[in-house]
Protein backbone atom coordinates (compact mmCIF):
# COMPACT_ATOMS: atom_id res chain seq x y z
CA UNK A 1 0.00 0.00 0.00
CA UNK A 2 1.34 3.28 -0.89
CA UNK A 3 1.35 6.61 0.51
CA UNK A 4 -1.11 8.73 -0.95
CA UNK A 5 0.22 11.46 -2.78
CA UNK A 6 -2.53 13.84 -1.04
CA UNK A 7 -1.12 13.56 2.36
CA UNK A 8 2.42 14.20 1.17
CA UNK A 9 1.68 17.46 -0.99
CA UNK A 10 -0.35 18.59 2.79
CA UNK A 11 2.99 17.80 4.17
CA UNK A 12 4.54 19.94 1.65
CA UNK A 13 2.12 22.78 2.51
CA UNK A 14 2.39 22.57 6.35
CA UNK A 15 6.44 22.73 6.01
CA UNK A 16 5.78 25.66 3.56
CA UNK A 17 3.97 27.54 6.01
CA UNK A 18 6.11 27.18 8.97
CA UNK A 19 8.68 28.42 6.66
CA UNK A 20 6.63 31.29 5.81
CA UNK A 21 5.99 31.92 9.11
CA UNK A 22 9.35 31.48 10.62
CA UNK A 23 10.68 34.17 7.45
CA UNK A 24 8.23 36.67 8.91
CA UNK A 25 8.05 36.44 12.34
CA UNK A 26 12.01 36.17 12.90
CA UNK A 27 14.27 38.75 13.51
CA UNK A 28 17.13 36.83 12.86
CA UNK A 29 18.59 37.04 9.80
CA UNK A 30 20.57 33.81 10.07
CA UNK A 31 16.80 31.94 11.27
CA UNK A 32 15.16 33.93 8.46
CA UNK A 33 17.55 31.78 5.68
CA UNK A 34 16.82 28.66 7.83
CA UNK A 35 12.87 29.61 7.18
CA UNK A 36 13.97 29.78 3.33
CA UNK A 37 15.53 26.56 3.48
CA UNK A 38 12.49 24.61 5.19
CA UNK A 39 10.38 26.46 2.18
CA UNK A 40 12.81 24.96 -0.36
CA UNK A 41 12.48 21.68 1.34
CA UNK A 42 8.84 21.39 1.35
CA UNK A 43 8.71 22.67 -2.82
CA UNK A 44 11.04 19.60 -2.95
CA UNK A 45 8.92 17.34 -1.21
CA UNK A 46 5.80 18.45 -3.54
CA UNK A 47 8.00 18.00 -6.80
CA UNK A 48 9.35 14.47 -5.53
CA UNK A 49 5.25 13.71 -4.94
CA UNK A 50 4.15 14.53 -8.00
CA UNK A 51 7.15 13.14 -9.92
CA UNK A 52 5.96 9.44 -7.88
CA UNK A 53 2.29 10.00 -8.44
CA UNK A 54 2.50 10.81 -12.21
CA UNK A 55 5.67 8.15 -12.68
CA UNK A 56 3.22 5.04 -13.93
CA UNK A 57 1.25 7.28 -16.48
CA UNK A 58 1.91 6.75 -20.25
CA UNK A 59 2.81 10.61 -20.92
CA UNK A 60 4.63 11.03 -17.55
CA UNK A 61 8.01 11.76 -16.89
CA UNK A 62 9.14 10.26 -13.82
CA UNK A 63 12.74 11.84 -14.08
CA UNK A 64 11.91 15.33 -14.29
CA UNK A 65 10.89 15.76 -10.63
CA UNK A 66 14.06 14.45 -9.29
CA UNK A 67 15.82 16.54 -11.71
CA UNK A 68 14.12 19.35 -10.40
CA UNK A 69 14.81 19.23 -6.92
CA UNK A 70 18.45 18.57 -7.87
CA UNK A 71 18.23 22.14 -9.19
CA UNK A 72 16.35 23.41 -6.26
CA UNK A 73 19.12 21.71 -4.28
CA UNK A 74 21.75 23.17 -5.97
CA UNK A 75 20.12 26.85 -5.87
CA UNK A 76 19.76 26.08 -1.85
CA UNK A 77 23.30 25.67 -1.72
CA UNK A 78 24.36 28.96 -3.38
CA UNK A 79 21.72 30.96 -1.96
CA UNK A 80 22.87 29.93 1.51
CA UNK A 81 26.30 30.80 1.27
CA UNK A 82 25.75 34.41 -0.38
CA UNK A 83 23.22 35.04 2.57
CA UNK A 84 25.42 33.97 5.28
CA UNK A 85 28.10 36.08 3.58
CA UNK A 86 25.90 38.58 3.41
CA UNK A 87 24.77 38.26 7.26
CA UNK A 88 28.73 38.36 8.09
CA UNK A 89 29.02 42.21 6.53
CA UNK A 90 25.61 42.99 8.07
CA UNK A 91 27.65 41.90 11.23
CA UNK A 92 30.87 43.56 10.49
CA UNK A 93 28.92 47.10 9.17
CA UNK A 94 25.89 46.90 12.61
CA UNK A 95 27.63 44.27 15.36
CA UNK A 96 24.02 42.73 15.40
CA UNK A 97 22.27 40.36 13.10
CA UNK A 98 19.16 41.91 13.62
CA UNK A 99 17.10 42.45 10.74
CA UNK A 100 15.72 45.95 12.43
CA UNK A 101 18.81 46.97 12.57
CA UNK A 102 19.58 46.69 8.49
CA UNK A 103 17.50 49.72 7.73
CA UNK A 104 19.41 51.69 5.16
CA UNK A 105 17.39 51.35 2.51
CA UNK A 106 13.94 52.60 3.57
CA UNK A 107 14.81 55.97 3.19
CA UNK B 1 5.07 -0.34 7.70
CA UNK B 2 6.20 2.25 5.72
CA UNK B 3 2.98 4.22 5.84
CA UNK B 4 3.74 3.96 9.93
CA UNK B 5 6.86 5.40 8.98
CA UNK B 6 5.71 7.75 6.83
CA UNK B 7 3.45 9.51 9.28
CA UNK B 8 6.27 9.13 12.00
CA UNK B 9 8.91 10.93 10.13
CA UNK B 10 6.16 13.64 8.72
CA UNK B 11 5.34 14.25 12.24
CA UNK B 12 8.98 14.47 13.15
CA UNK B 13 9.64 16.66 10.21
CA UNK B 14 6.55 19.07 11.04
CA UNK B 15 7.88 19.12 14.82
CA UNK B 16 11.14 20.20 13.83
CA UNK B 17 9.95 22.94 11.56
CA UNK B 18 7.87 24.28 14.41
CA UNK B 19 11.05 24.21 16.52
CA UNK B 20 13.16 26.32 13.89
CA UNK B 21 10.35 28.61 14.08
CA UNK B 22 9.83 28.74 17.96
CA UNK B 23 13.27 28.03 19.71
CA UNK B 24 14.68 30.93 21.58
CA UNK B 25 18.45 30.02 20.90
CA UNK B 26 19.47 30.64 17.23
CA UNK B 27 22.06 27.10 17.63
CA UNK B 28 18.88 25.22 18.90
CA UNK B 29 16.73 26.50 15.97
CA UNK B 30 19.39 25.44 13.57
CA UNK B 31 19.55 22.14 14.75
CA UNK B 32 16.13 21.46 14.81
CA UNK B 33 16.30 22.56 11.40
CA UNK B 34 18.89 19.76 11.43
CA UNK B 35 16.23 17.05 12.28
CA UNK B 36 13.88 18.17 10.09
CA UNK B 37 16.52 17.94 7.42
CA UNK B 38 17.03 14.28 8.42
CA UNK B 39 13.04 13.14 8.40
CA UNK B 40 12.57 14.68 4.97
CA UNK B 41 15.47 12.55 3.95
CA UNK B 42 14.12 9.87 5.10
CA UNK B 43 10.51 10.68 3.48
CA UNK B 44 12.49 10.99 0.06
CA UNK B 45 13.83 7.10 0.85
CA UNK B 46 10.09 5.75 1.67
CA UNK B 47 8.68 7.79 -1.74
CA UNK B 48 11.42 6.28 -3.93
CA UNK B 49 14.10 8.47 -3.78
CA UNK B 50 16.78 7.41 -2.45
CA UNK B 51 19.74 9.31 -4.44
CA UNK B 52 17.78 12.34 -3.71
CA UNK B 53 17.97 11.40 -0.15
CA UNK B 54 21.05 10.92 -0.10
CA UNK B 55 21.64 14.12 -1.87
CA UNK B 56 19.41 15.80 0.80
CA UNK B 57 21.99 14.09 3.62
CA UNK B 58 25.22 15.32 1.93
CA UNK B 59 24.22 18.54 0.81
CA UNK B 60 21.57 19.66 3.25
CA UNK B 61 22.84 18.31 6.67
CA UNK B 62 26.63 17.85 5.79
CA UNK B 63 27.03 20.98 3.89
CA UNK B 64 24.27 23.72 4.52
CA UNK B 65 24.11 23.10 8.35
CA UNK B 66 27.64 23.17 8.62
CA UNK B 67 28.00 26.46 6.82
CA UNK B 68 25.00 27.80 9.48
CA UNK B 69 26.48 26.36 12.93
CA UNK B 70 29.88 27.78 11.53
CA UNK B 71 28.40 31.41 11.35
CA UNK B 72 26.61 31.15 14.14
CA UNK B 73 29.76 30.13 16.15
CA UNK B 74 31.95 32.58 14.36
CA UNK B 75 29.17 36.05 14.94
CA UNK B 76 29.41 35.14 18.76
CA UNK B 77 25.79 35.66 19.01
CA UNK B 78 25.44 34.31 22.67
CA UNK B 79 24.58 37.49 24.56
CA UNK B 80 25.43 36.06 27.85
CA UNK B 81 22.83 37.89 29.72
CA UNK B 82 19.93 36.58 27.38
CA UNK B 83 21.32 32.84 27.70
CA UNK B 84 21.31 33.48 31.26
CA UNK B 85 17.56 34.75 31.30
CA UNK B 86 16.65 31.69 28.99
CA UNK B 87 18.60 29.45 30.91
CA UNK B 88 15.57 27.10 31.78
CA UNK B 89 14.21 27.05 28.39
CA UNK B 90 17.16 26.84 26.49
CA UNK B 91 17.71 23.46 28.32
CA UNK B 92 14.90 22.19 27.41
CA UNK B 93 15.18 23.31 23.97
CA UNK B 94 19.02 21.77 23.71
CA UNK B 95 17.36 18.32 24.77
CA UNK B 96 14.41 19.14 22.24
CA UNK B 97 16.86 19.30 19.38
CA UNK B 98 18.69 16.83 20.48
CA UNK B 99 15.93 14.53 20.65
CA UNK B 100 14.87 15.28 17.54
CA UNK B 101 18.13 14.54 15.63
CA UNK B 102 18.42 11.58 17.38
CA UNK B 103 14.90 10.24 16.21
CA UNK B 104 15.83 11.04 12.87
CA UNK B 105 18.82 9.14 13.22
CA UNK B 106 17.07 6.38 14.42
CA UNK B 107 14.00 6.70 12.26
CA UNK B 108 16.75 6.21 9.10
CA UNK B 109 18.38 3.37 10.39
CA UNK B 110 14.74 1.98 10.81
CA UNK B 111 14.13 2.64 7.47
CA UNK B 112 17.63 0.93 5.81
CA UNK B 113 17.08 -2.08 8.24
CA UNK B 114 13.78 -2.36 6.72
CA UNK B 115 14.80 -1.95 3.55
CA UNK B 116 17.17 -4.29 3.76
CA UNK B 117 15.27 -6.97 5.04
CA UNK B 118 12.41 -6.64 2.76
CA UNK B 119 14.10 -7.18 -0.80
CA UNK B 120 15.81 -10.42 -0.85
CA UNK B 121 19.40 -10.44 -2.37
CA UNK B 122 19.29 -10.34 -6.42
CA UNK B 123 15.56 -9.23 -6.42
CA UNK B 124 14.77 -7.07 -9.12
CA UNK B 125 13.95 -3.44 -7.50
CA UNK B 126 10.02 -2.82 -7.88
CA UNK B 127 9.27 0.46 -9.40
CA UNK B 128 8.02 1.91 -5.74
CA UNK B 129 12.15 1.97 -4.99
CA UNK B 130 13.56 2.79 -8.46
CA UNK B 131 12.00 6.10 -9.14
CA UNK B 132 15.44 7.61 -9.86
CA UNK B 133 17.42 5.06 -10.98
CA UNK B 134 21.36 6.53 -11.31
CA UNK B 135 21.91 5.62 -14.83
CA UNK B 136 18.61 7.07 -16.10
CA UNK B 137 18.82 9.97 -14.27
CA UNK B 138 22.96 10.74 -15.35
CA UNK B 139 21.71 10.21 -19.23
CA UNK B 140 18.85 12.42 -18.84
CA UNK B 141 20.91 15.15 -16.95
CA UNK B 142 24.06 14.70 -19.10
CA UNK B 143 21.42 15.06 -22.63
CA UNK B 144 18.46 16.77 -22.19
CA UNK B 145 19.29 18.69 -19.20
CA UNK B 146 23.03 19.31 -19.99
CA UNK B 147 22.21 23.36 -20.77
CA UNK B 148 21.23 23.62 -16.98
CA UNK B 149 23.74 21.56 -15.52
CA UNK B 150 26.35 23.62 -16.75
CA UNK B 151 24.30 26.82 -16.52
CA UNK B 152 24.80 25.57 -12.76
CA UNK B 153 28.12 25.06 -12.67
CA UNK B 154 28.75 28.90 -13.75
CA UNK B 155 26.53 29.83 -10.83
CA UNK B 156 28.51 27.86 -8.97
CA UNK B 157 31.71 29.75 -9.56
CA UNK B 158 29.50 32.84 -9.75
CA UNK B 159 28.80 32.48 -5.49
CA UNK B 160 32.02 31.45 -5.10
CA UNK B 161 33.24 34.49 -6.41
CA UNK B 162 30.36 36.69 -4.88
CA UNK B 163 31.01 35.33 -1.44
CA UNK B 164 34.91 36.43 -1.79
CA UNK B 165 34.14 39.49 -2.28
CA UNK B 166 31.14 40.00 0.48
CA UNK B 167 33.61 38.37 3.40
CA UNK B 168 36.71 39.87 2.63
CA UNK B 169 37.86 41.76 5.60
CA UNK B 170 37.88 45.58 5.56
CA UNK B 171 40.93 46.92 6.48
CA UNK B 172 41.39 49.37 8.80
CA UNK B 173 43.39 51.95 7.04
CA UNK B 174 43.14 51.30 2.99
CA UNK B 175 41.13 53.56 0.71
CA UNK B 176 37.37 52.57 -0.13
CA UNK B 177 37.91 52.45 -3.69
CA UNK B 178 40.81 50.68 -3.90
CA UNK B 179 42.69 47.61 -3.07
CA UNK B 180 41.54 46.88 0.26
CA UNK B 181 41.51 43.57 1.77
CA UNK B 182 43.76 42.17 -1.08
CA UNK B 183 47.11 41.30 -0.69
CA UNK B 184 48.53 40.96 -3.99
CA UNK B 185 47.01 44.15 -4.94
CA UNK B 186 48.94 46.20 -2.65
CA UNK B 187 50.90 49.30 -3.54
CA UNK B 188 49.69 48.94 -7.63
CA UNK B 189 47.57 51.82 -7.12
CA UNK B 190 48.75 55.13 -7.93
Known amino acids: MKVPTEHVLCLAAILFGLGVLGFLVRRNVILVLASIELMLNAANLSFLAASRHWAGTPGGEPLQGPIFALFVILVAAAEAAVGLALVIALYRLRQTVDLDAANELQG | ?190
Open chain 2, 1 to 190: MAEVLFYVLAAASIACGAGVVVARVPLFSVLSLLGAFFSLAGIYLLLGFPFLAATQLLVYAGAILVLFLFVIMLLDLGNPAELKKHDGRALSGKRLALAACAAGALALAGIVAASSDAAPAGAPATSEEALDALGPLATALFSRYALPFEAASVLLLATMIAVLMLAKRQRAGSDRNGSAGWPWRKGVEP
